[in-house]
Nanobody
Framework: QVQLVESGGGLVQAGGSLRLACAAS????????MGWYRQAPGKQRDLVAS???????TYADSEKGRFTISRDNGKNTVYLQMTSLKPEDTAVYYC???????????????WGQGTQVTVSS
């Protein structure tokens, strides 16, 4: 069974930092893109950052210069280093990944359960 498990969320003061991690496990043939999304209560889930298997990175404009996405292919893990956090960054952060799994054609998208990030003022 494929799982994506996020960790590293918590409560921080404005200006602080957090490092999120998401590890993919289970029966996986390969991993293409991995990314981070966030969703505040009553709002849609929006892209924060993504990284392809080849290292091409995309950030949302509001996160450029503050957040850094990276991955460790040997550990099937994607990270999000967040600095200079603001109250408006408060949300549940979700990991996603496009995976090839045994017995299926093409890529299948998986989501983690989310980790809460709360930034106080």
């Amino acid at each position: 069974q494929v799982q994506l498990v996020e960790s590293g969320g918590g409560l921080v003061q404005a200006g602080g930092s957090l490092r999120l991690a998401c590890a993919a496990s289970g029966s996986i043939d390969s991993i293409d893109a991995m990314g981070w999304y966030r969703q505040a209560p009553g709002k849609q889930r929006d892209l924060v950052a993504s990284i392809t298997g080849g290292g091409r990175i995309t950030y949302a404009d509001s996160e450029k210069g503050r957040f850094t996405i990276s991955r460790d292919n040997g550990k099937n893990t994607v990270y999000l280093q967040m600095t200079s956090l603001k109250p408006e960054d408060t949300a549940v952060y979700y990991c996603n990944a496009d995976l090839r799994v045994p017995g299926r054609l093409g890529w299948k998208t998986f989501w983690g359960q989310g980790t809460q990030v709360t930034v106080s003022s």
